[in-house]
Structure formats: C-alpha cells, structure tokens
C-alpha cells in the first residue's frame, strides 16, 4: 500500500466531510463566502500534498 496516496485519500475525505458539514449549517448569505473559502483551503491542501511529496521523494 503506498502511505502517499492512502494520505491524500484521507485528506480528501475529511475536507469532503468538514465541507459538507459546513455548508449544510451556514446560513444562506454564508454559504456563498464558505464557498470561496473552500475552494481555496483545497487549493492549498494540494499544493501542501505537493510539497510533502518532493521532500519524500
């Protein structure tokens, strides 16, 4: 099993989850800034991933 890709599997599922979970709790006006703040938390976390990898590999 490679660890690199069971950790992206797992930090897609817990930004899915808090995603999800934030969205479905906001209020309407909220919804649309959460939106845009996940989008670039995503961003980031790929970008972290991305890193992570250069410095295992």
């Known amino acids: 099993m490679k660890m690199m890709s069971l950790a992206k599997g797992a930090a897609a599922g817990a930004f899915a989850g808090i995603a999800v979970y934030a969205?479905?709790?906001?209020?309407?006006?909220?919804k649309m800034s959460l939106k845009r703040d996940a989008g670039k938390t995503i961003k980031a976390a790929g970008d972290l991933l991305d890193d992570i990898k250069s410095i295992i590999m």
Do not use: C, D, E, H
């Not at 969205?23 to 909220?30: F, G, I, Q, Y």
């Open 23 to 30: 969205l479905s709790s906001a209020r309407p006006m909220k």
